[in-house]
């Protein structure tokens, strides 16, 4: 999924992951494809999701580092 012209279908594939509790495959699509976002927004709420989901794996320190990469954009806003 190179090349993301509306982050919007990115979200919807992620969405759909999560409520499947295929938080491996969400992970995995958000690291892959986060480079291809643009806004600083769409970045800010890609880590965030990649925070929750770490959380959902049990990783809690990746998941505070990628809580903080989110606060960190946001704050930037």
Not at 3 to 30: H, P, Q, T, W
Not at 44 to 54: E, R, T
């Amino acid at each position: 999924m190179k090349n993301i012209v509306d982050s919007s279908i990115f979200y919807d594939e992620v969405i759909k992951l999560i409520d499947l509790g295929d938080f491996e495959s969400a992970n995995r699509l958000i690291k892959n494809n986060i480079d291809t976002l643009k806004s600083i927004d769409d970045i800010a709420l890609a880590y965030l999701n990649l925070g929750f989901i770490n959380d959902k794996l049990g990783d809690n320190i990746t998941a505070i580092d990628y809580f903080s990469k989110s606060i960190s954009l946001e704050s930037q806003l």
